[in-house]
């Protein structure tokens, strides 16, 4: 049988976050979580995400960069208030949703 729910990528690399994310969301979506943004592009590669959640502060590649490699997809805004000025280039290319 097809797996049709919603599709969800979480970058972030503290896998307890990851652990936590997937385990509150996975009965109702079907839930992908990278600690890299290279193993997040891969993902984006091979499945049809619908919606990325990363983190700012990671090694190797920060979250805006790795915005940047994936619009237009929809993404959801976790930037803190540091980060406004680097997350302005992210949010004229796409779509972005601010967390409460």
Do not use: C, W
């Not at 994310?21 to 839930?31: C, I, S």
């Not at 190797?60 to 997350?87: C, H, N, S, V």
Request: proline share 3%.
């Amino acid at each position: 049988m097809a797996e049709n729910r919603f599709q969800i990528l979480y970058v972030d690399d503290e896998e307890h976050n990851l652990i936590s994310f997937a385990a509150t969301f996975r009965k109702e979506y079907k839930v992908y979580t990278a600690t890299t943004g290279e193993e997040g592009l891969r993902m984006m590669r091979e499945n049809d995400i619908k919606l990325v959640i990363t983190d700012q502060r990671m090694p190797e590649m920060t979250g805006i960069q790795f915005l940047e490699k994936i619009i237009p997809a929809r993404i959801l805004d976790a930037f803190g208030t540091g980060y406004q000025r680097q997350a302005g280039d992210a949010r004229s290319s796409s779509r972005v949703h601010r967390r409460p």
